[in-house]
């Protein structure tokens, strides 16, 4: 198995699949989370909210999720400096899923750093070229 600092600087695929099925093997209930900027419109990732992170977002008007690897609330930006801001909160029509709307208090939302040691600007950096039997990508 690949560690994560593996998983996240590798140019090889390694797509989780099981990611949902862990998280109910485990018990915890959640619901994802698009997180996405208010301005640009740009999906700066994906997380999860229980209850109580979802409450703590709302009251503290800034995106407070429930680490679903460590079992513990996580308030972004606590260690990293890289806050979001809570504009809005949006929930999808079969109530399974939400979407925050932030700003960025930062330079970025991700927490890797890409090869200039900044923090990224999103989780989004690296791009499928192929798939299913060969899975790569690259960053852009």
């Known amino acids: 198995m690949s560690t994560a600092h593996e998983i996240e600087e590798s140019?090889?695929?390694?797509?989780?699949?099981?990611?949902?099925?862990?998280?109910?093997?485990?018990?915890?209930?959640?619901?994802?989370?698009?997180?996405?900027d208010a301005a640009s419109l740009e999906v700066l990732l994906i997380a999860y909210v229980n209850a109580e992170a979802l409450r703590l977002s709302l009251e503290e008007k800034r995106a407070v999720f429930f680490s679903t690897s460590r079992g513990e609330i996580w308030r972004k930006g606590e260690?990293?400096?890289?806050?979001?801001?809570?504009?809005e909160v949006r929930v999808n029509c079969e109530?399974?899923?939400?979407?925050?709307?932030?700003?960025?208090?930062?330079?970025?939302?991700c927490?890797?750093?890409?090869?200039?040691?900044?923090?990224?600007?999103?989780?989004?950096y690296r791009r499928v070229l192929k798939a299913p039997v060969d899975l790569a990508f690259i960053e852009p």
């Open 11 to 36: 140019l090889t695929l390694t797509l989780d699949f099981d990611k949902l099925g862990s998280i109910g093997r485990r018990g915890f209930a959640v619901l994802p989370v698009v997180v996405q």
């Open 79 to 87: 260690t990293s400096g890289d806050w979001l801001d809570l504009e």
């Open 95 to 109: 109530q399974n899923s939400l979407l925050f709307l932030v700003h960025k208090r930062g330079i970025g939302s």
């Open 111 to 124: 927490h890797t750093k890409g090869a200039d040691g900044k923090t990224r600007s999103n989780c989004y």
